[in-house]
Each structure stands twice: as structure tokens, then as C-alpha cells.
């Protein structure tokens, strides 16, 4: 698949010579700099101020990664993440030895920015050796080891100063030995942060001080594989380990905004779709072009979120939950007893850092195809409270949806539909109003990006979609970014 902007590389020298009042095309340029290890939540203490000056210049977005029993936070799973634009259960790389990993189904963004565009200069430096040898395919240009960050940046440095360097990416890794040796509330830490900013600001001073860079387009990506544990470590499934970020500079990231709904394998289209190349639907990415996400109903629910009321041990501060269902929507709630833990009586909305902590290790922490504030039945958190005699059962009611009669109508849904004992999960459609018929049955594990197609009968003008979850101690039904076109 081609580029759809237009490039430097194929432009000839008569179509610059044109038009005089057009507007000059700038070239894009891509630059993804990972720092291995690194806690956001330490950015404020530690002083940082390149990333700082780029979080302020462009765009912050925070989110969770999975765990297992999807992968742990280790560095195979993360960057194979970043790079590939999936999640671990389609790459398949879970831990560092790459055992089974599926870059020939799911490979990094570089190699298919090869595909569409082997006129471009694609460039990967690392400090970790899996980085150019494994994680980044032999189809980029340039793929370069470092044997410290020092040299890695030098590398770069001397890299984007003397070459076209269409898409780098470049890994640091100290902050990780760092995190490893000392744990993340050592001085040592911070200092490490802030070495590695020193090293990300003669990245940047390179790619402004190019001669053509007031010709370039350039988008600047900040991330981190996972995070660490307090006293050092990662791998698990707390939230200093889980907690990562994207920090984007650059054409449509507004200057100091801040995201909930975008994660790090949106990083791999963001940097396709800079260089104009749409995803085919044939790769199957789990990510999505930053530029391209739009908030769903459930995410305006977010300044009105409750704190805990029987989740005592979550913070008494964190605000992450509400039953209250957004404009258009409603739960029903008729068949479910009385009583049970208040958070999640019936479908509930939630937030990922409220609903995963709620019980760790309980696979909640898979939900990663959710985004910002989804829809969730979880019949297992709700029954560590006593209730009345019967089962978990709710059942979720969409808007009306307009629809074209006798026209084939498209459902789309995140979904992550986990089984733990007797429990049921179905979708309904109704148009017009009258009886509900059956889209979709779960009745085994699904965690995936749902499209369903159903007929619109003659004459039909709205639809409706039902999601009714029961449940006797069972697991969960999350549901997100619902859509019905027409």
C-alpha cells in the first residue's frame, strides 16, 4: 500500500518548479525515542526539562498496559507493542525470548513504511540488542546496536545530522538498570531519568539543526515499555509497573493537552498515517492513528465519576466509576437483586486504573482494547458483597441508531468477554422498536475489536443494541466504542 501524501522522495524536479502560489509540501519526518523503564509518575520529581518541553509543545496521554496472563510488563511484550501496533495475544511475544513471536503477520511500522515507500530511510539505534535484531525487522535500512545510551545517542546524533533519516526510532536502556538495581524512589533513579533527557535533548537539537528542516514535517514520539516498581522490578501487575505513555509533538497534537484515551499501540499507525499510509484492514492492528480517535458516549461520563464507596481498597481519592449511563443509554437493572458491591450493581462505567485494582490478577488488566471510560458487568466484584437471591443480570440499551431499510447495517464493539463459572453474554438488535433478535452469543473467552453485520428489514428507520450479561460469581463483559452505520 502506497503512501496517499505526497513525498519528497517521488516528487520531481518540474512539479516543484510549478506552481509558485501552491503551498510547499513539507516532508515528514518521524522520530520514536523510548526510554526503557521509565515511571511517568516520576517525571514531576525528576527535573526533565527536554521531555517536559515537549509535553508542553504537543500532547500527554498516560495509560495502563495488560499483564498476565496476556504478557507480563517485561520489554519483549512492551516494544514489540509499540513497534508492531498490536497487542501481545496477536504478536505473541511474551517475555524477552521471543519464543513464538508473529512479526511475520504483525511486523513493526518501519518495515511497512518499507513496503509502501522503499524510497524511505528508516533507521533503528539501540542500547537493549533485541531492539535492531529482533523487535525491528531486516527490512529497515539501518539498524544499529549501541553498547551504552551514550553511544546509542551519539549514533543518532550523527545519523539524523548526515542523512535523509525519513523514520528513526531509538531505544534507551539505562533508565530500566536503573530501575532494576535501585528501584524508582532512589536519587539514583531520578538522576537516570534525567541523563536520559540530556541524551533525548541532543536527539532533538540534531533533528533542528538539519539544514532542510525547515522543509520536514516532523513528528517527535516519547514512550516507555512499562514502568517499575517502587522497590525495583517489573514484570507484574501493579500500576507502577502497568502505568506507560505517549508524549507527541508535531502537526495536530495541541500544545500542553492531555489524552485518556490513547495508548502505546497507537504509536506504530500514528507514525503510518503521518507518512500517508492507511492501515488495510488485512493487518489487523489494534492501534489507531492518534488523529483519528474520536470520544464515545461513555467517555463524557468522565467529570462526573464517583470515588469508592465499597471498593475500600482502592484510594479514597481516585474517582473512576458511575452507574449513572450516559445521555441515550440506560440499563436495565429489573432483573438484578438487591444489594451486592454498590460499584458494580448492573452495567457499570469505569475507568481501567479504578476497575483493575479493584482485585488484581484476575485477568481485568487484559481489557486493553478498551479506551477511557468503558462499560463493564463484572458479576465477580459484585458479588464479594452479600445480596438477594438470584444471579447477576443486566442488560445494557444503546441509543436509537439511524438506520436505511433493507440496507446492511455494521455493529462495531471493543469487547473483552472473560468466563469464570455459569455466566452468559448476548447481543440483541431491535428495529423499530419491536422484538430483539439475536446478533451475537459469548460463551467462551473473546477479547477483540467486534464487526458484525446484520440485515435492516424493508421500511426500518432506528435500531437498537442490547447487551445483556448474567453471571453467578463469574468473571466480566466489558464493552466499549460502540457503533452501528448504516
Do not use: C
Request: aromatic share 8%.
Amino acid at each position: 500500500m502506497l503512501p496517499l501524501a505526497a513525498s519528497a522522495h517521488a516528487a520531481s524536479a518540474e512539479e516543484g518548479a510549478t506552481a509558485g502560489a501552491a503551498a510547499v509540501v513539507k516532508q515528514p519526518k518521524s522520530l520514536v525515542i523510548g526510554i526503557d523503564g521509565a515511571t511517568f509518575a516520576k517525571f514531576e520529581k525528576a527535573k526533565m526539562p527536554r521531555v517536559k518541553g515537549l509535553m508542553a509543545a504537543g500532547m500527554t496521554a498516560t495509560s495502563n498496559l495488560y499483564a498476565n496472563p496476556m504478557a507480563p510488563t517485561s520489554s519483549g511484550p512492551g516494544w514489540s507493542t509499540i513497534a508492531t501496533g498490536t497487542w501481545p495475544d496477536k504478536h505473541k511475544v511474551v517475555d524477552n525470548s521471543f519464543t513464538g513471536a508473529r512479526y511475520d503477520l504483525y511486523p513493526d511500522y518501519a518495515t511497512r513504511l518499507e513496503s509502501a515507500d522503499a524510497a524511505l530511510d528508516t533507521l533503528v539505534v539501540g542500547t537493549w540488542g533485541p531492539i535492531p535484531t529482533t523487535v525491528f525487522g531486516p527490512a529497515v535500512d539501518t539498524r544499529l546496536g549501541g553498547v551504552s545510551d551514550a553511544d546509542t545517542t551519539a549514533t543518532a546524533v550523527s545519523r539524523l545530522t548526515t542523512t535523509d533519516a525519513d523514520a528513526t526510532f531509538v531505544h534507551l536502556d539505562e533508565v530500566d538498570g536503573a530501575g532494576h538495581y535501585y528501584g524508582t524512589e532512589h536519587r539514583a533513579y531520578l538522576d537516570a531519568l534525567n541523563v536520559a533527557d540530556t541524551q533525548i535533548g541532543r536527539i532533538l537539537d540534531a533533528v533542528t539543526s538539519r539544514t532542510t528542516y525547515a522543509d520536514e514535517d516532523w513528528q517527535i514520539v516519547i514512550t516507555a515499555d512499562h514502568g517499575h516498581a517502587p522497590g525495583g522490578g517489573h514484570g507484574g501487575n501493579t500500576p507502577a509497573e502497568r502505568q506507560t505513555f505517549v508524549i507527541a509533538k508535531g502537526t495536530g497534537f495541541a500544545p500542553g493537552s492531555v489524552r485518556h484515551d490513547v495508548k502505546v499501540a497507537d504509536i506504530a499507525p500514528t507514525v503510518l498515517s503521518h507518512f500517508g499510509v492507511v492501515p488495510d484492514p488485512a493487518w489487523q492492528l489494534d492501534g489507531k492513528a492518534i488523529g483519528s480517535l474520536a470520544p464515545d458516549a461513555f467517555d463524557a461520563l468522565r467529570p462526573a465519576l464517583n470515588t469508592r464507596v465499597d471498593e475500600l481498597a482502592l484510594s479514597s481519592t481516585l474517582k473512576g466509576w458511575t452507574t449513572t449511563a450516559p445521555s441515550g443509554w440506560t440499563v436495565d437493572n429489573s432483573a438484578m437483586p438487591t444489594g451486592g458491591v454498590t460499584e458494580w450493581r448492573g452495567w457499570s462505567f469505569a475507568t481501567d486504573e479504578f476497575w483493575t485494582n479493584t482485585d488484581r490478577g484476575q485477568g481485568r488488566e487484559t481489557n486493553v482494547r478498551a479506551r477511557n471510560v468503558f462499560a463493564v458487568a463484572d458479576s465477580d466484584e459484585w458479588d464479594d458483597k452479600a445480596h438477594g437471591a438470584g444471579q447477576f443480570d443486566s442488560t445494557l440499551v444503546s441509543p436509537a441508531f439511524a438506520v436505511t431499510g433493507g440496507a446492511t447495517a455494521t455493529v462495531s464493539y471493543a469487547t473483552n468477554y472473560k468466563v469464570d463459572g455459569p455466566q452468559t453474554g448476548d447481543v440483541y438488535v431491535s428495529f423499530d422498536g419491536g422484538p430483539q433478535q439475536l446478533l451475537q452469543s459469548y460463551r467462551a473467552d473473546r477479547n477483540a475489536f467486534e464487526k458484525l453485520t446484520v440485515t435492516v428489514p424493508a421500511g426500518a428507520a432506528t435500531a437498537r443494541l442490547s447487551f445483556r450479561y448474567t453471571g453467578t460469581n463469574s468473571a466480566f463483559w466489558t464493552v466499549d466504542q460502540v457503533t452501528l452505520t448504516s
